[in-house]
Structure formats: C-alpha cells, structure tokens
C-alpha cells in the first residue's frame, strides 16, 4: 500500500476506509471487513459515536497494531485545553489502543486553540503520534498554523475532482501540511457516475470511475478515505496501483474543479449554528 511522510515523519498510508454515517451497530463488522479487504488506515471521529465499535473491530483483529494507523477528531462540545484532553483519553479508551496516529481538531468553532494546546501535549507524553485539523480553510488555516508550536500534520478537507482545493492545497505545502480528502467522491453529487468523460478514461484503463476518481487524488499526492459498505467495493476502491493516468488525462480531469464545495461552506452561518448545535440533536444525553 502507498503511503506519504507527514511533516513530522510519521508515514502514513495514503488510502483509508472512513466511517462517517455508519452506525455502531454495523461499524465493528464493517471496519473488520475492511481490514480484511487490505485497509490499514481507518478514519473516525468522536460525533460519528462508532469509536467503541473501531476500537472492538481492531482488537478482535490479529494484525499488529503497529500496522494500523487510526485517525480520529475532536469534537466542539469537547473544545477547550482541559475538556479536549479528557476527551483524548475517552477516545484511547473506546478505541482501545494506547496511541492515536493522527489526531484532528474537527471543526473550526468553539475553542479550537485550546483542543490544539491539548493536543499537542497529548503528542509530547506520547498519546498521539500526529495531529491536525479538519475543515480549516484560508485565514483560519493560516492563524492557527503560525500561532501553535506544532504544525498541522493534516489538514482533512472536502476534496474530489469536483473540488480539487487547489488553493488550500497550496497553503497547507508551506507548512509541510497534508490534505486528507473526505467525501473523496463527492458523494455522488455533480453527476460523477454519469460522467462522459470519467467513463472514457475508466473504459480505457479498464476501470471504472471511483478507481479513476480516487487514482486522480492519490496522484495529486491527497490522502484519501473511501467509504463502502460493500467487502467487493471496498476491495476495488484499493484495486488502483495497476494502472497510471496520462498527463492528458489528468489535465481533463483537473477542468473539473469548479473552484469550490459542493457538500459544505463553512463560512455559512447556518452550518455553523448546526454544527454548533450537532450534538444536541444527534446524542440527547448530551443536550443537558
């Protein structure tokens, strides 16, 4: 499996399954599929509420666990140095690993400098191995990355080739800053699976438009985390190393990019109201 070096040299690898919207109940069967299929990178969060579920699926499993790279995020209800650090370890508990790889702060609200502070002690006593951010664009990216001693490891962002985050992508390089890809198929928005195009470079390489999608990406040097439910997906999602895109053909897929989201603006102030108030309508216990 390919990998890329993070800016503090942690390697990771540069395909992972992503469990956002899989429910607990199926997760831990899902993610054991996926390690199954050849996964070893596996992306969650504290709101996805399927930590204990990952945590079960990789314990049960016989791989290493220094084989394993685990990401997960820190959500806003969790914001701040003291409330982010208990939640740290809420999460190596229900993950069931002494180490998190890659620790993201997730969302752009709240007490984001604080999450960051914890996190970057959380990597100096060794409980994290890298850390970084999720949905942090342009001057918020930048104040933060100047201000904190440790620099963004990641930077998670929506990305596929419907929106390729070319300028973001630029920003996070100055600072040695990895964009990770969610939604890396855009959800099917835009028309991906009906597209002329992407059907023709697929037929040519006898593929079909995810592999061309997620070979795209990768290219790019993006690190992406697909999302199936399906074992025969998941294993044709990493079935992408047998073939190469021409430069031709990367340039027609870079007219693609419309320039921005298609899934979220986080500059729209009704996202944040609802992000801000997410964990109210989606874990009552907490609405207290």
Not at 139 to 145: E, Q, S, T
Request: hydrophobic letters at 40%; proline letters at 4%; a negative charge.
């Amino acid at each position: 499996m390919k990998t890329v070096t993070l800016n503090n040299g942690i390697v990771m690898p540069i395909m992972g399954y992503g469990v956002w919207q899989i429910s607990p109940e199926d997760c831990e069967r899902l993610v054991s599929a996926a390690l199954n299929a050849g996964y070893r990178s596996i992306d969650t969060a504290q709101a996805y509420y399927n930590e204990e579920a990952v945590g079960a699926a990789i314990s049960k499993s016989d791989i290493p666990r220094h084989e394993l790279f685990i990401t997960t995020k820190v959500w806003i209800t969790n914001a701040g140095e003291e409330r982010a650090a208990r939640s740290i370890d809420e999460s190596l508990s229900k993950l069931r690993t002494d180490y998190i790889d890659l620790l993201l702060v997730h969302q752009p609200f709240g007490d984001y400098y604080g999450t960051y502070r914890a996190m970057e002690q959380a990597c100096k006593v060794g409980k994290v191995r890298a850390i970084g951010l999720s949905n942090f664009y342009d001057a918020r990216f930048v104040d933060l990355a100047e201000n904190m001693e440790v620099k963004p490891a990641v930077v998670q962002l929506e990305t596929h080739v419907f929106s390729q985050q070319v300028k973001m992508r630029q920003l996070a390089a100055e600072y040695g800053t990895r964009v990770m890809a969610w939604s890396p198929l855009a959800r099917g928005m835009n028309g991906l699976f009906d597209n002329e195009m992407l059907k023709t470079i697929a037929r040519r390489h006898g593929k079909d438009i995810v592999q061309v999608c997620l070979k795209f990406l990768t290219g790019e040097g993006i690190i992406v985390i697909p999302q199936s439910t399906r074992p025969e997906r998941m294993a044709s999602n990493m079935a992408i190393d047998d073939f190469e895109l021409t430069g031709e053909e990367r340039d027609a897929i870079r007219s693609l990019d419309t320039g921005h989201p298609l899934a979220a603006d986080f500059n729209d102030p009704e996202l944040a109201k609802y992000l801000l108030n997410y964990d109210k309508q989606f874990n009552p216990a907490n609405s207290q």
